[in-house]
Nanobody
């Protein structure tokens, strides 16, 4: 059974940093694409970053470029999302997800519909 568990969220002041972790069980994170998504109240879920392929290629949404970094530790079977220079508009529930068909393993995706196994989500609040 595949399980993804996020951690590392919380309350941070504008300009601060957080590192989210996504620990996987039932799959190896270097064999499947992993995406990070977020959903703010009243808004659609949006793709933030993905990591995929043998070499850990990455892709970012425009809102994440230059501020967020996705990485993976194969030994810990964990994918990270390092977030810097956080803004109040980054406040949302953050999710990690994977595509169990692995169709997007070599291309990655920031589309929620391309993923079919999700973590429970974790709250990130950026506020002074």
């Amino acid at each position: 059974q595949v399980q993804l568990v996020e951690s590392g969220g919380g309350l941070v002041k504008p300009g601060g940093s957080l590192r989210l972790s996504c620990v996987a069980s039932g799959i190896s994170v270097d064999w499947y694409p992993i995406g990070w998504f977020r959903q703010a109240p009243g808004k659609e879920r949006e793709g933030i970053a993905s990591i995929f392929g043998n070499n850990g290629d990455t892709d970012y949404a425009d809102v994440a470029k230059g501020r967020f970094t996705v990485s993976r530790d194969n030994d810990k079977n964990t994918v990270y999302l390092q977030m810097e220079s956080l803004k109040p508009e980054d406040t949302a529930v953050y999710y990690c997800a994977t595509d169990l068909t692995a169709r997007k393993y070599y291309s990655g995706s920031l589309r929620a519909n391309d993923y079919n196994s999700w973590g429970q989500g974790i709250q990130v609040t950026v506020s002074s």
